[in-house]
Each structure stands twice: as C-alpha cells, then as structure tokens.
C-alpha cells in the first residue's frame, strides 16, 4: 500500500536585524553578530543588519521602511527592552505594530527566569504583526538573543516544525 509523504520541506525566510544602542559599532555589536550568525546557521536568509539609536522616532522610521520592503518577512531587534529612560523599543513597536504577540514576550520571560530568576521582569521583549511582516524585539544581551533564537524563534521560524509554525502562517499574515 502507497503512502503519501505529508513532511513538508524547510523553506527558508528573510530577516532583518536591528540592533537599538546609543554606543555600539558594527565591531562591538555582539547580540546583533551572534543573531544574524544564528540565522544564517538555521538556513535562512539576513537580508539587512543596522543599527539605530535609542530614540523611538529613529527606531519606528527603520521597522516603518523594512515593514514596507517586500524582501523582508521578520524584523528582530536587539537592545531597547528594559526599563531605563533610554529604552523604547517597546514604545516604537507601540507605533506601528498592528497585532500583538503576546505569548513571545510571555515565553521569552518564562524561559528566562530558568537562568537568570527574577531579573526577567526588567525585560520587556514582545513581538507583534504589522503589514504582514513579523517583529520581534529582544533583550540586547548576547545570552538573550541566544535564548529568544534558540529556544523559541528558530522553532517557529522552521517550516518542519509542528504542531504549528510561522512560516505556514506567512502566506495569510497580509490578507485583509
């Protein structure tokens, strides 16, 4: 008896990195290297990296521009997500998200608090849907990025991955 082979296969997506910082170079910034790193291992595609500085209006004019790019499917920054002054990430994710995922930043603090306790709760990392892009903002630590990649965005982001993934949702994100 003939069976169909229903696994689907791997199919790679197009990141974006931001890294938000008053005070790091492309030769400093670490978490920014480790996550487009890990998503150039994972089989997908780094389409553009950058840096901006902590200021809302600058960091919500650079997801603006990629969120309109069609080359670009995921936007994932690093830095800006505690809770001094100077972090806004969250603020400018406020600003042009237009469905929140609030299950990332649950998770991302849940799998946080196995390893660094309760200082998870300073951290505000969150993701959300905006035109049909996903954005993810995580913490700006090289152990962060690590951990939001590994543990929960390179899962999702696996087309072979079930029960569900992103990717499979991909094609409906920008349906009105």
């Given amino acids: 008896m003939s069976q169909i082979d229903h696994e689907p ?3 790679p997506c197009r990141f974006a990195v931001l890294t938000v910082s008053d005070t790091r170079t492309f030769e400093t910034d670490r978490s920014g ?5 890990r998503i150039e291992k994972a089989g997908h595609h780094l389409v553009e990296r950058a840096l901006v500085a902590d200021t809302l209006e600058d960091i919500a004019e650079y997801l603006r521009l990629w969120i309109e790019r069609d080359d670009i499917e ?3 920054t690093t830095g800006g997500t505690g809770i001094t002054a100077r972090d ?8 042009v998200i237009e469905k929140e995922i609030p299950g990332f930043g649950e998770l991302f603090r849940m799998l946080s608090y196995a390893k660094i306790g309760t200082s998870t709760i ?7 849907i905006a035109k049909g892009t996903l954005l993810f903002a995580l913490p700006g630590s090289t152990g962060a ?3 939001g990649w590994d543990m ?7 087309s072979c991955h079930r029960p569900c993934n992103f990717v499979d949702l991909m094609p ?4 009105g």
Wanted: proline fraction near 2%.
């Fill in 9 to 11: 296969s791997f199919r």
């Fill in 33 to 37: 290297a480790v996550l487009a790193d």
């Fill in 74 to 76: 995921a936007i994932i």
């Fill in 88 to 95: 806004v990430t969250p603020e400018a994710f406020a600003h």
């Fill in 122 to 128: 300073q951290s505000r990392a969150m993701g959300g």
């Fill in 145 to 147: 990025v690590a951990d």
């Fill in 152 to 158: 929960i965005l390179c899962q999702q982001f696996d």
């Fill in 172 to 175: 409906r994100l920008r349906e």
